[in-house]
Nanobody, 128 residues
Framework: QLQPVESGGGVVQTGGSLRLSCTASGISLDRYEIGWFRQAPGKEREGVVCKNYNDGSTYYEDSVDGRFAIRRDASKTTVYLQMNDVSPDDTAVYYC?????????????????????WGQGTQVTVSS
């Protein structure tokens, strides 16, 4: 089984930047469906950005589009969530999730049900 592990959370001021990392036992995440989700206090978990590394499809939630980016290192063992120009509304526990591999999913967006392996989350707090 895959076991995603997130890291990089912390406290950041409004307008600042933060980068979260996701790994899964050091294996290559090539061709996998990778999602970043978040859950704020009192709110349901929501998709932030999800990418299908099989065909390159990427979906950004409207509120983060243009501010956040999903990236991957050269070894393909680490997926990053680059968070720029953050606001207090971004405060949440952020989760990395892994879905299938080698698929083409149309339309592509963040669907929690298609992600089968979830990390424990990392806390991001944006101060005002």
């Amino acid at each position: 089984q895959l076991q995603p592990v997130e890291s990089g959370g912390g406290v950041v001021q409004t307008g600042g930047s933060l980068r979260l990392s996701c790994t899964a036992s050091g294996i290559s995440l090539d061709r996998y469906e990778i999602g970043w989700f978040r859950q704020a206090p009192g709110k349901e978990r929501e998709g932030v950005v999800c990418k299908n590394y099989n065909d390159g499809s990427t979906y950004y939630e409207d509120s983060v589009d243009g501010r956040f980016a999903i990236r991957r290192d050269a070894s393909k063992t680490t997926v990053y969530l680059q968070m720029n120009d953050v606001s207090p509304d971004d405060t949440a526990v952020y989760y990395c999730a892994i879905g299938g591999r080698g698929n083409v999913v149309i339309p592509w967006n963040c669907r929690q049900g298609q992600f089968h392996f979830w990390g424990q989350g990392t806390q991001v707090t944006v101060s005002s």
